[in-house]
């Protein structure tokens, strides 16, 4: 065996001391330490044994969560500080805690919009000093978590490997560094015009594990558009210097006064005109003028047309969907892999030391007592995962041929049950109970009851098996009810709008719709346990909005509240006619189906949403304030932003600099938002220069990459799940989830249901190994190859220590 013969020499040299055993850790700890890792899809050939590892293990991961929600509340905190713009060098805002409206601490500022012309999105603004304090308070978060991960990096330096890569350490101490400085700098400067604040916050956001895949993915993909792009801009130039050289001396007007060659004075007029006219936002306003000229000029456009519009920029998709396809494939693997590895070096620290057999072979197992000191172990680091009612069922469930012992191939699936949760409710109420056998009894379930045939598994069952409430007398008289609820608020909102007198029954109407719900939470919790009652989201939205309507109808009896507050509180219970939709097997196929797509495209729509919020942090720097009719450097411009209204589509906040940067990804160009931005500044000036390298970088990063991989991978997410959902019963269950279901019915039988809830990881990895399939089946296949030819389990490869006492 591999451990006997010295293959692994790094370790096991020796035993240890008595005083060097002592401040070793037990084996259950460090399996957690390489389980819990395995999950984030890490894996180190090498853990630190030395006892004080484990609590700085235990409060790294204690710090992280809050770090993580830190910088997430300095990108939050972007959106609600002061703008730059709106601090006066004069000395208008000299209170740094003062309150203000955006109206108040901008209008005017320093030449900027006047209020009477000032348009923001009205979130209310921080104070300078408050917005400070909160920054210094969430940067010494991060500085904490910092720390700790330093102190736990050299603890497994120790052991010659790194437990965190060398440039994001000097990238998290880089920026927390320029984070206090910008600080400081705002104290000493507080009327300073720019602040690397924004990009400083985005640089943390990076060291977050899933945001630097997805920041490595768009600068992945950005590289390999470049060959297809250039053809693209060759194109573009191509067909700029033919314009130019066709247009440019054409002197006459069209029937509406405007001249021919409009875009194409010169070649570098005419080079933007074909960029605009390849995204097609300028379509068919660039064309017109040169048609009027001669219909012979449609040579010259449709080709272009062709080849930019439809042929070129279809290339770019595929070109960046293939790549990304590719990149999440590789990556995937990689992670599995990773995964299994630190699953089995789990598994050889857990081991017992005396061999089991398992289907006729002597193998290594994991005892239950050694996975209960696991699952205590990994409590201490994560309290969501295992609960401690919850450790039988969970080994039960991997234990496949029920003798008490895992093997590796058993263990394999730990994975699985640390990603689900699961949730044991008392299925039955205390009504039922005490009225079970008699006839009220009797009557209760009959209401409650559709008699179908099997277990019954509560108000949540699992999509294996039908509901026995659906479709009871009492489910069908409350959709009757929220059905004419419904018809009653169409009716009242007719004579609303037709501006009818209405009737006083309608008054009876809206207070009989107020307390009418409460009978069904009444009856559903005479039947089932409030536990089991609570558990299902579609219950607790039921009994809020009953308090709700409930309280404003009494509310109404009592004192005085308007019949159109009734009414319009009524409304919430348009919701429950969406929540009665799911009852059809076409809506609740769709509306499951989208739900899967959007938690399995989570991560290119979080890189849309960091590139919509880095170019507006720097678009607020550049163009906030600015944007304004009587603003004298866009005077007698005949600019289409002011003609067209566009003016709510500025930079003056974040909010509305983030929602035109959204328009601008969705409608790929935004020629009146380029030219508006462009006409502030001197043609060939430097901010000319930055205006321009602005907007074109943004569309390339965010309409060609990131924009495009969310429309190519949603339809291929879209299929694969729908594909998936047609499958229903013919869905192939792994062994572990047998055993669930089997523990799940013998859970029923005692009145109690085991409710199983798949984390939303765990989900968008199940639809990952459906889209890709062969680079998670070579994974298998390895790893039930090394099954057969490794006598102990252990990666080839991996050194895994047999020095320390192993538990039994």
Known sequence: RSWASGSNRDFGRRSPTPSEALLQLENAKIAAMALHEALRSKHFQKFPTHVHVWEHFRSYHAILL??????????????FEMPLWCRDPRGRLEDPWSWRTAQEACAGIDGNAPASELLTSGVPLLPVGVGLAIELVLLCVVLARILVTSSLHRHFRQVGVKYRSSALMVLDYLMILLGVGDVAFVMLCPYAKVRIAPFVRFGLAINIPWIASIIEA?????????STGAVLVGTVLVWAWLGACIFDDMSLKDQLGVPINQGMENFGDSAYTMFAT???NVLPDAIGPTFTAG??????????????????????????????????AKRLKLNFENRLKGIRVAFHYLKSTVRHEKGGLLQDVVQYEGFQRLAEALRAIDRSVLDEKHIRICFEALDDDKNQTLSLGEFHDMSVLLQTRFTLTRRDSVVRLHLEGTQAGRHLEWWMSNKLEGPDFGC???????????GSPF??????VVTVNVIWLFTESAYDLNDLPEPSVFLIGDLIFSFVYVLEVAMKLSWWSWDEYWFSKDNRFDLVTTVVLALTGFAYLTSDLTQRVVRYVNLLRLMRLLKALKNLPAFDRTFSTVVMMLTTCKDVLIMNMLVIYLWSAAGLQLFGGKLYASNPMLQGKGLDYFSSHEQIFNFNDMVLGMMTMFLVTINSWCDSFFKVCLALYEPYSL?????WCFWLTYYIGSPIVAWNVVTAFCIDVFCKCSEMHQVGEDYDMTETERNLVQKSLELVEEGMCLHIQESSHLLREKIY?????????????GFEEDQITSGDFVLLGTSVPNGPPRDS
């Open 475 to 480: 489910d069908r008289l409350m959709n009757v």
């Open 460 to 470: 949540t069952p699992p999509h294996w098996i039908p509901s026995k409430f659906v």
């Open 687 to 691: 901010n000319w220069f930055v205006t």
């Open 769 to 781: 190994q459906e889209l890709f399939e062969d680079e998670f089946s070579s994974v298998d296949k």
């Open 278 to 280: 390849m995204t097609t």
């Open 66 to 79: 809050w770090s993580h929600m830190a910088v997430f509340g300095l990108l939050v905190l972007t959106i």
């Open 295 to 328: 219909t012979v000029y449609l040579f010259f456009w449709v080709p272009f047309i062709l080849c930019a519009c439809c042929i070129f920029s279809q290339v770019i998709l595929a070109t960046v969907y293939q790549e990304y396809s590719a990149l999440i």
């Open 218 to 226: 768009f600068v992945t993909l950005t590289r390999a558009m470049i």
